[in-house]
């Protein structure tokens, strides 16, 4: 029963928004996990996707959808992690503001350069996201397209694709 009212939180059941999940962690993608069979995206960030490709300031390409991943990853380690719901993004997707020894992962992650602070859902993260750029870390070290822009073009050349051709699925 437990198990179902943290998911009801998680997706968004009001009187149930109080309660947490936490345990361990599978990290699913740079600002997504998976606790106890609920798939969470990180309050309040939007992290490179696990293919896309940055450039370093040499102009070198680097897969940074994957590095954010491998970062989240690691920082998280064997360690429980705590999540707090939050309404359900636009899409739908459950969201929470989640923890690893009581350090925020969203405010890690645009703090360490690998995630960007997503406006249009909180301005919470936008302070670490200016010291992440004016200190030049992570992505910032270097060019990228946002990963907003890099899934819709990724959508639109999908949707555009010869017929025929077999398409990449979400």
Not at 35 to 45: C, D, E, M, S
Not at 106 to 132: H, N, P
Request: aromatic residues 6%; glycine residues 10%.
């Amino acid at each position: 029963m437990r198990r179902f009212v943290l998911a009801l939180a998680l997706l968004g059941c009001a009187p149930c928004a109080a309660e947490t999940l936490a345990g361990p962690a599978t990290v699913v993608d740079g600002d997504t996990l998976e606790l106890r069979g609920v798939r969470v995206h990180l309050y309040g960030i939007d992290a490179p996707e696990e293919g896309q490709l940055c450039e370093t300031a040499a102009g070198r390409s680097y897969p940074c959808g994957h590095e954010a991943t491998r970062l989240l990853r690691k920082r998280i380690g064997e360690g429980p992690v705590t999540c707090e719901a939050h309404k359900p993004d636009a899409k739908g997707r459950a969201q929470a503001t989640c923890k690893v020894g009581g350090e925020d992962l969203s405010a890690w992650l645009v703090s360490q350069g690998y995630a960007l602070a997503s406006r249009s859902v909180s301005t919470t993260y936008v302070r670490q996201e200016a010291r992440a750029w004016a200190t030049r870390k992570g992505i910032w070290a270097g060019t990228f397209e946002p990963p907003s822009d890099w899934r819709h073009d990724r959508l639109r050349m999908e949707a555009t694709a010869a017929p025929g051709v077999e398409r990449a699925t979400r």
